[in-house]
């Protein structure tokens, strides 16, 4: 194994690349890149006869990207692992030959690939349907489908932690890990000093997370426009009520009309908790809004931005995404963030 941590030598190790194209004309442009642990150009080699090669030179483990055009293909592969064969085949298709945890990489991604085909199967799904109902199905069943794409890649970020497999899938999906994802992955890689690329990207991706937490603050006061046309202000909800569960959305969210759903299902069980439910649309068009309440049959209060996305309001609880939750207490506080059904039904 690879390891990052220990007995690595430091001497550079000069490993050779060989590639071989059935598919690119003689004196194709080969671009080589050291994508880790920073990126930086190497080289350009030209395809002579089919072939081509050069040399990685390291004294830890690295990674490399080599790309061509016309046809565009490209390949990464580990330094420090011996020889590696590149064969560009008909159609396009890639084969790699080298060390032991290229092909581990190599056989992990033929496993999560079926699993990536059905999240964008029913991503597709979700892009091409006009009907809100199959919209709402195909959303439900891509978070499904995504959930396990992103669990299994997890599980072989923490399974090769100490290695340049591990290290390099967690800094490559650096900007898509989500807050439990981080949680699980950066105590693993903190233990490999030689790793630290991979840590800083993920510390700096849960930084810009943690950026636009609102919990525990004091929840910004906001007075907007109801949907029979009088003036609400969240001051004035808080003295009449234990609970106000703020919830920012607009109709041409889809997701923002599955949670309309999910909360018209339980409204009557958390309004007896003290709970008062306010629906914050940053719709452009007022009409739009409108016949999106009439449609999901929305019981609870409503109310409507000035400027959609760009209102004081968005900005005061940094509303990034939608939909976008706050439950906010008795003195004002913001206790929850990003708040599900299940969760108001135990509180």
Not at 10 to 29: F, L, R
Not at 130 to 135: G, N, R, Y
């Amino acid at each position: 194994m690879a390891l990052l941590l220990l007995g690595m030598a430091q001497t550079a190790i000069a490993q050779k690349v060989q590639i071989h194209s059935a598919i690119h004309k003689a004196g194709t442009k080969i671009t080589i890149y050291r994508d880790w642990p920073k990126r930086t150009f190497v080289d350009t080699v030209f395809l002579q006869e089919g072939a081509a090669s050069f040399e990685m030179k390291d004294s830890l483990p690295a990674v490399y990207s080599i790309s061509m055009r016309a046809p565009f293909a490209n390949a990464t592969v580990f330094s420090n692992e011996g020889e590696v064969v590149i064969d560009i085949l008909p159609g396009s298709s890639i084969q790699l030959k080298g060390g032991k945890q290229l092909q581990a990489l190599k056989s992990f991604e033929a496993v999560v690939k079926p699993l990536e085909k059905n999240w964008q199967m029913w991503g597709n799904a979700y892009a091409k349907s006009q009907d809100l109902d199959e919209k709402l199905r195909a959303g439900e069943e891509g978070n499904k489908a995504a959930a396990k794409v992103m669990e299994a890649r997890v599980k072989f970020c923490l399974q090769h932690a100490g290695d340049i497999a591990g290290a390099w899938s967690a800094y490559n999906y650096g900007n898509l890990w989500r807050e439990e994802d981080i949680n699980k992955l950066l105590p693993a890689f903190k233990k490999y000093p030689q790793a630290g690329a991979t840590y800083d990207k993920l510390l700096a991706q849960q930084q810009v997370l943690q950026a636009n937490k609102m919990v525990g603050q004091p929840a910004p006061n906001f007075s907007l426009t109801a949907i029979d046309g009088s003036t609400v202000s969240l001051h004035t909800l808080l003295e009449s009520h234990e609970y106000v569960l703020i919830d920012f959305w607009a109709s041409w969210c889809t997701p923002c009309r599955a949670t309309n759903r999910k909360l018209a299902k339980i409204y009557d069980k958390i309004k007896q908790k003290g709970i008062v439910v306010v629906s914050i649309s940053v719709d452009e068009k007022e009409e739009a809004w409108r016949k999106a309440v009439e449609a999901d049959k929305i019981p609870w209060l409503q109310l409507r931005t000035n400027n959609a996305m760009k209102s004081e309001a968005v900005k005061d609880y940094k509303v990034a995404t939608l939909p976008a939750t706050f439950l906010i207490d008795k003195k004002g506080h913001i206790i929850r963030q990003h708040i599900s059904e299940e969760q108001l039904l135990k509180l």
